[in-house]
């Protein structure tokens, strides 16, 4: 592995795109310094220019870098939860790029988890853009498969780094203002931020940020997916039946219906989360017409995974 990194490193100063493996979902990585490499994101996913890029970091010492006015729950929120799933933004510092920032005064920072990340990033020693690694809008990358599925010959290295870990993207929170504010729910909920910083965190308003994967139509296969609603689910699951065959994801136990593809999921959150888009593109790529998903559990550990089912849905959200 560390001649696939020094490769790495190489193709990124050189303005190269690298897809590395983060514990959240596969990333399409560049210098985050150069303004031509991180034109390359944009034109490989089709991401709209404004759209903010999320910089990955190696090491804590390196956030005074890429941020100014840093408030105290910056320090508190890295120390507890970096390396790992968490975004924060904060006020940009006056060299980063604005291809970086979509033109906002701001700049989200990250420093990830996973072991082939680290060692890209302690390597490389600068701070790397890195969205995810699929196509603007689709479902986002959880192995390197994935990613050389959707992404071909647009990427220069492809990282192996297996399975990603937590399968959803970061939490994001917002401290550009008096209050934190979360602009994309993850794996670290609300409650867990609030106790440790022991004030609320908000939500976000009309001069929050932009940030990425908040648009209302994100995380989407390429065909119809429909939530529902256990009561509901099967009657449902029939009505699309009727048109052809249709792909299932449900905490319920498999009926036999005809014409249905059946995917039992998990009770847990984090067993769901890991596997969701893995799921998704799984039944995506059958020849299923559409697919329906069992909505899982209003409460604030599932709320990453409803933010993430809600923006890739169609037509009615049902409870």
């Known amino acids: 592995m560390t001649r696939e990194i020094d ?163 970061s939490t994001i929170v917002d401290l550009t203002g008096s209050q934190p504010v979360l602009l994309r729910p993850g794996h670290i909920s609300v409650p867990r931020i609030e106790s440790l910083l022991g004030i ?15 648009l209302a139509a994100h995380y989407a296969p390429s065909k119809p997916l429909y939530l529902a609603s256990s009561g509901e689910l099967r009657s449902i699951v029939e009505r699309e039946s009727m048109r052809g065959k249709v792909g299932v994801l449900a905490f319920q136990d498999d009926p036999v219906l005809p014409r249905v593809i059946w995917r039992q999921t998990p009770l847990s959150n984090d067993a769901y989360a890991h596997l969701l888009y893995a799921a998704l593109r799984e039944l995506d790529a059958s020849d299923a017409h559409s697919i329906v998903v069992e909505t899982p559990p209003a409460m604030p550990e599932w709320l990453g995974v409803r933010d993430r089912l809600m923006r890739s849905a169609v037509g009615s959200v049902r409870e």
């Not at 890295?78 to 033109?103: C, M, S």
């Not at 996973?114 to 969205?131: K, N």
């Open 200 to 214: 609320p965190v908000g939500a976000p308003g009309t001069d929050s940020p932009r940030a990425s994967g908040t």
């Open 7 to 169: 490769r790495a490193v190489d193709l990124l100063r050189a303005g190269g795109l690298v897809a590395f493996p983060t514990e959240t979902v596969y990333g399409l990585g560049a210098n985050a310094s150069d303004p031509s490499a991180v034109r390359r994101i944009f034109a490989a996913k089709g991401r709209p220019a404004d759209h903010p890029l999320i910089v990955h970091l190696g090491s804590h010492q390196q956030i005074e870098h890429w941020a100014r006015e840093i408030p105290p729950a910056a320090y508190t929120l890295g120390q507890h939860f970096w390396p790992g799933p968490l975004t924060l933004i904060l006020k940009r510092a006056t060299h980063v790029l604005d291809e970086v920032t979509g033109g906002q005064d701001s700049v989200g920072l990250r420093i990830p988890s996973h072991p082939v990340a680290q060692a890209l990033l302690r390597t490389f020693e600068g701070g790397i853009a890195g969205p995810s690694a699929n196509r603007f809008g689709r479902i986002s990358p959880t192995t390197a498969a994935h990613v050389r599925a959707e992404m071909g010959d647009r990427v220069d290295l492809i990282l192996e780094g297996g399975a990603c870990e937590v399968g959803i993207e």
